[in-house]
C-alpha cells in the first residue's frame, strides 16, 4: 500500500459514521438526489480505491470527477470528517493510476505544469482567448454551429466563457505600493495568475485598501502561481511545485501574506501537508502557511483606518466555498461590507452554497454547473440586488456570466472593489 493509500486509509477513520448530515447540503446530491452523489457516497468510493476493492477506471471515477471539492460537506460534518483532503489524495491516486490519458487530460496537464508556472504564458494564452472573443471568431463558430460540432457539452462550455480585459487594462501591480495615512505595518499580496488576467480591478483594489487603511503593500516580482488548482484537481506533483515557488517568493520577508482570492488562500493556508512529506520543506511550509491570511479576515481583525465613503445600493453576498468552508470565514466580509455607510446587505437562500464555479468546473462538468448556477442566479435574484459581491476570482467569474445572462445591470463585484468605490465616494 502506497503512502498516499494509507493516509486516505487513516483520514477515513477520523471517520465517517454515515449519518447522512451531510446530504442535504451537497450540491450535487441536490441536483441528482443520488446516493453516489453525495459525500458519503463518495466516501465509500473513496474507501474501495485505497482499500483495492474497486479498480480506478475511466468508467468508476465519474463521481470522484462530479464532485466541486467545495467542503460544505465538512462544515456540517459531526465526526470532523476531512472530506477536502481524501478527496485531493484520491484525485491523485487517480492521477497516478492510468484511468486517465486522452486529449482532455493532455491539455489540463500541459495547462498545469507549462502554463502556470509561467506568468508570461499564462498572458499569452489570456490573449489567445480574447482574440478569439472579440475578433468575431468566437461568433463566426457560433453562427456556423461549428462549436455544436463538437458536442452539447462544448456550447455550455461556450457560453460560459469568461470575458478576458484587454491588455491595457491588466497593468502589473507595483512590487511596493506605500501605506497612505497612519502607517500601521506592512503585508505580503498575492496577485495570482489567471486573477491578474481576467480580473485586474480585484486585485488592484484589495492593494489599493489596504494602502488606504495604512499598509505597505509587497507584490514580489516572480508573480508565483500558488498551486491550488492542480491541488484541486489532483496533480499534487504540479502543485507542489508551484507551492515552492509560491514560499520562496515571500521568504524574504516576515509579514503576513494576504490573499485577496478565496480558492488561493485556503491551498496556500494547507501548505505545510501540501509539503508534509519533503524533509526540506515541511518545516518552510508551515512556517510560510502560518503567515497566510485571508483579505477580509485581515482587514475586519485589523479594522478600517480610513472612513468609507457612502454609496445607497442594495449588496447581496455570495460566500465563496473556499472562503466559508475550507477556510471558515464567513462574517469578515458582511463586516466590511456593513461599514460602508448606505449599503443594505440582502441575505437570499443558497448563499453560501456552490455557484458551480469550482475550480475548472464549468469546463470539466458544464451541465452540472450551469444548472448550479441557474440556481443561484434564481436565489439571488430573489434578493433584487443591485450589486452581488463576491471574494473569488472563479466565483466572481461565474457569477458573472451569470448575471449577464439572468440579471442583466446588476454588477459583480469583490468586497475590495465596493469599498475601493465606497473611498472613491468619500466628498
Ligand atoms: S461525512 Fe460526516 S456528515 Fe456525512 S455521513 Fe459521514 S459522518 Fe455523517
Ligand atoms: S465537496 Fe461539495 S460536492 Fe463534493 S461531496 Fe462535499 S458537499 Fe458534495
Known sequence: ?????????????????????????CPTYKLTGNEASSPRG?????????????????????????????????????????????MELTRDLVEKSGARSGFAWRVKRWFFRGVLPHPSRVRWLALGLRFFRESGLRWLAQKLGLIELFGAKMALRDALMPAIPPLAERVEPPLVTPARGEPRGAAGFLVGCVA?????????????????????????????????????????????????????AFEADQEPVVVSSAGCGSAMKEYGRLLEHEPAWAERAQRFAARVVDWNEFLAAKGLAARPGRLEVRVAYSEPCHLAHA????????????????????????????????????????????????????????????????ANPGCHLQLKSGAAEALPGTEVLHVAELLERSYRARS
Request: hydrophobic share 40%; aromatic share 4%.
Open 1 to 25: 500500500m502506497s503512502a498516499h493509500e494509507q493516509k486516505l486509509l487513516d483520514l477515513k477513520a477520523l471517520d465517517c459514521v454515515h449519518c447522512g448530515l451531510c446530504l442535504q447540503s
Open 327 to 390: 477556510q471558515r470565514i464567513s462574517a469578515a466580509p458582511k463586516q466590511l461590507l456593513a461599514a460602508i455607510p448606505g449599503v443594505t446587505l440582502v441575505p437570499f437562500a443558497g448563499q453560501d452554497s456552490c455557484c458551480g464555479a469550482a475550480g475548472l468546473y464549468s469546463v470539466t462538468e458544464p451541465e452540472k454547473s450551469r444548472a448550479l448556477l441557474t440556481q443561484k442566479m434564481d436565489q439571488v435574484g430573489a434578493a433584487k440586488p443591485d450589486v452581488i459581491v463576491t
Open 42 to 86: 463518495r466516501i465509500y468510493l473513496m474507501r474501495a480505491f485505497a482499500e483495492k476493492r474497486m479498480e480506478i477506471t475511466a468508467e468508476t471515477i465519474g463521481e470522484v470527477d462530479a464532485c466541486l471539492v467545495c467542503r460544505a460537506c465538512e462544515t456540517v460534518c459531526p465526526s470532523g470528517v476531512q472530506y477536502g483532503e481524501m
Open 196 to 248: 491578474h488576467e481576467l480580473l485586474p480591478g480585484a486585485n488592484r483594489a484589495a492593494i489599493s485598501v489596504l494602502a488606504e487603511n495604512g499598509f505597505e503593500v509587497r507584490c514580489p516580482s516572480s508573480r508565483p502561481c500558488c498551486g491550488a488548482l492542480p491541488a484541486h484537481f489532483g496533480d499534487l506533483e504540479a502543485a507542489r511545485a508551484l507551492a515552492k515557488q509560491t514560499i520562496a
